[in-house]
């Protein structure tokens, strides 16, 4: 549907994202090329959930605003929202991300601290170095250590 680029497929293809099968990520993909700013609330809640797919599909529509839910949502209670989110703006690769993700640098929850330092990784924002090398020395768990060690060698 969305390879054809007729956006009347936009709201059809949006309803599809509620199903729990494997069409959701066909209908997440189609959203991706049909590039439809109706679809960037959606995918971000679905990305804030855990979606990758909905995260990479993110990253196709070369948004700087769109990554403001996921940036705020560092600071969600819920730390499920907080690590998918860390993950998602990794993915989606936007760089105001940096500063909200060095700061969950330090969450209390080892998996967002971990998913923050790959993020970083993959934004590879010079002005992150200093703190991926405080991670990798001092860090209370040897995962987050071992992830923020991976990053800079690869940086």
């Known amino acids: 549907m969305g390879q054809l680029g007729d956006t009347?497929?936009?709201e059809p293809l949006l309803q599809s994202l509620e199903r729990t099968d494997f069409g959701v990520s066909k209908a997440i993909s189609a959203l991706a090329v049909l590039g439809?700013?109706?679809a960037i609330?959606?995918?971000v809640e679905l990305a804030r959930n855990g979606s990758r797919a909905a995260a990479r599909a993110l990253r196709e529509f070369n948004f700087q605003e769109g990554?403001?839910?996921l940036i705020e949502s560092l600071n969600d209670t819920d730390v499920d929202i907080r690590k998918y989110a860390a993950k998602a703006l990794g993915i989606i690769g936007n760089p105001e991300a940096a500063e909200p993700l060095i700061r969950a640098l330090y969450d209390r929850h080892r998996q967002v601290r971990e998913n923050a330092v790959y993020a970083l990784g993959k934004l590879r924002?010079?002005?992150s170095i200093?703190?991926?090398r405080e991670v990798a020395t001092s860090d209370r768990s040897k995962v987050v250590r071992r992830a923020?060690?991976?990053v800079l060698q690869g940086l």
């Open 8 to 10: 009347r497929a936009v």
């Open 130 to 132: 200093q703190c991926l």
């Open 148 to 150: 923020a060690e991976d």
């Open 41 to 43: 609330e959606p995918l």
């Open 36 to 38: 439809d700013d109706r």
């Open 67 to 69: 990554g403001q839910p």
């Open 125 to 127: 924002e010079p002005r």
